[in-house]
């Protein structure tokens, strides 16, 4: 095998690795936010931080250093429309991510000092819950269309 293809299936794998974390702990601190278990909430919370710094982050990392790789050695250029499309797609899901990162952080202090002190999550919970769900919306949206660029790579 070629470093190419080396290059390449790490590549895929990162991608699925990025989007499956992504999506699995969002699924999983969704539902656990509408049960209302703050227990659960707070053992969710510290598993969706603890899978976002291992899988996601160096996947994230990962990705764009690959694909501007496996860009030049295909022949493409940065003004390809599908490869500057997927650019575009990646920034605008990392600046969604880049605040659900914190706003994660956040809810799983919030959901650990409410567990310890046997009481109920504080409003400023809910809030930050809210937004963090609302900026999954357009990064999953983004990184769904990026799949389909890369895989059809339109002209």
């Known amino acids: 095998m070629n470093t190419y293809l080396i290059v390449k299936w790490l590549h895929i794998v990162s991608s699925v690795l990025m989007v499956g974390t992504g999506f699995g702990t969002a699924f999983y601190l969704f ?32 990705q764009p ?37 914190w706003l994660q952080l956040k809810l799983r202090d919030m959901a650990q000092a409410a567990r310890a002190e046997g009481g109920e999550l504080p409003p400023r919970y809910w809030r930050f819950a809210r937004r963090w769900e609302w900026l999954g919306y357009p990064a999953f949206t983004a990184v769904t269309v990026i799949f389909f660029l890369m895989v059809n790579k339109p002209s």
């Open 65 to 101: 250093l690959s694909g501007l790789w496996l860009m030049h050695q295909g022949g493409w250029s940065l003004t390809t429309g599908w490869v500057l499309a997927s650019l575009a797609l990646f920034f605008l899901a990392g600046a969604c991510w880049l605040p659900v990162v």
């Open 31 to 62: 539902f656990v936010n509408r049960a209302k278990s703050v227990e659960a909430i707070a053992v969710v919370s510290r598993l969706v931080v603890r899978a976002d710094t291992w899988f996601t982050t160096p996947a994230v990392i990962f």
